[in-house]
């Protein structure tokens, strides 16, 4: 069964400091990986995007990181804002051109001050 | 360029009600998809349209349909309304169907609805 599961499920931490975001997934056959944010009563919007052959992306201060052969992905916020405080999701394909997306339930993040 | 547009933002209904939710893709995108996202379950596909047919269909009830025009707008409709059926609904756009990585999704901000 494709399932995507991410932990934490939701996580604190003080401004300026990093964390750690994990995705792992049983989506067969892998096509593709997205981490999305979403802030409180707003659309998910795009953060990154990897491919079977990327195992890392950053997008300012997130990185992305996929490893294919044990199903793992992660995404890393380093020196975190307020603004950083949103749901995060992760997002995989499969191959096959008609098959639904499948989301992960996400965690959610608050930064403080 | 304007990216999608989803109507009304919020909207309140008694239960037995129906109700209809609109989007408008980003100009040239043919693909609609629509969510239904509660705090327990996450996002959940709902159903997918593409130059006016249904493509993909989750696992949601029969009051649950949508359809599209020959814009590429699309409509979303839920009959019958009931408690659980409160939820943020998302519709995203993308060039073309399925989630090709060449195209990706961009989401909407979504219909807060709440049936009391």
């Known amino acids: 069964k494709n399932q995507v599961e991410q932990s934490p499920q939701s996580l604190i931490i003080l401004e300026g400091k990093n964390c750690t975001l994990q995705?792992?997934?049983?989506?067969?056959?892998?096509?593709?990986l997205r981490w999305y944010k979403q802030d409180t009563g707003r659309g998910p919007v795009s953060l990154t995007i990897m491919t079977f052959s990327e195992n890392t992306k950053s997008n300012g201060r997130y990185t992305a990181t996929l490893d294919a052969d044990t199903k793992q992905s992660s995404l890393h916020i380093t020196a975190s804002q307020l603004s950083d405080s949103a749901s995060y999701i992760c997002?995989?394909?499969?191959?096959?051109?008609?098959?639904?997306?499948?989301f992960g339930k996400g965690t959610r993040l608050h930064i403080l001050p | 360029k304007a990216g999608v547009t989803q109507t009304p933002r919020y909207l309140i209904k008694t239960r037995g009600q129906q109700v209809t939710l609109s989007c408008s893709p980003i100009?040239?995108?043919?693909?609609v998809s629509w969510y239904q996202q509660t705090p327990g379950q996450g996002l959940q596909f709902l159903f997918e349209?593409?130059?006016?047919?249904?493509?993909n269909k989750g696992n949601f009830p029969g009051r649950f349909s949508g359809r599209q025009f020959s814009n590429s707008r699309s409509e979303m409709n839920v009959s019958t309304l009931e408690l659980g059926d409160s939820a943020l609904y998302l519709c995203?756009?993308?060039?073309?169907?399925?989630?090709?990585?060449?195209?990706?999704?961009?989401f909407g901000s979504g219909t807060r609805l709440t049936v009391v």
């Open positions: 995705c792992n997934y049983t989506v067969s056959p892998f096509s593709n």
């Open positions: 349209y593409f130059s006016e047919t249904q493509r």
């Open positions: 995203a756009s993308s060039l073309e169907q399925g989630a090709n990585i060449n195209y990706g999704y961009t």
């Open positions: 997002v995989v394909s499969a191959a096959r051109r008609d098959d639904k997306i499948i």
């Open positions: 100009s040239g995108h043919r693909s």
